[in-house]
């Protein structure tokens, strides 16, 4: 039998987290994949969203300040079966880049 071979790969600071154009061990962002031509469309009402998915006029992952960008407040918690010993939390505002309604994001 073959012994299991997991990798995690990381940096060693923050600052090349913040720099990483490649999104290693990343949270990118709202949405994974791409929105057509960078708008969509709730009751009526159209909402146009950052075009920043290369040369294309397409929307991609979220916005341009994606989940690898922000820095999370971190709450440490009492360890509990089950439980993460940390909870992380930010917040994206009412039409930041584009999107309508406060976004919570809480890992």
């Not at 009492?78 to 994001?105: I, R, S």
Request: charged residues 30%; aromatic residues 12%; contains cysteine.
């Amino acid at each position: 039998m073959e012994a299991e071979v997991r990798v995690v790969l990381s940096y060693d600071w923050l600052e090349d987290y913040l720099e990483d154009e490649f999104f290693l061990s990343s949270t990118i962002g709202r949405v994974a994949g791409r929105i057509k031509q960078g708008k969509f469309t709730i009751a009526n009402e159209t909402f146009y969203l950052d075009k920043n998915d290369g040369n294309t006029d397409n929307h991609i992952h979220g916005e341009k300040e994606r989940l690898n960008k922000k820095v999370f407040e971190i709450k440490e918690l009492k360890v509990q079966a089950n439980q993460a010993p940390v909870e992380l939390y930010c917040q994206y505002l009412d039409m930041g880049n584009g999107y309508p309604g406060n976004l919570d994001v809480l890992g």
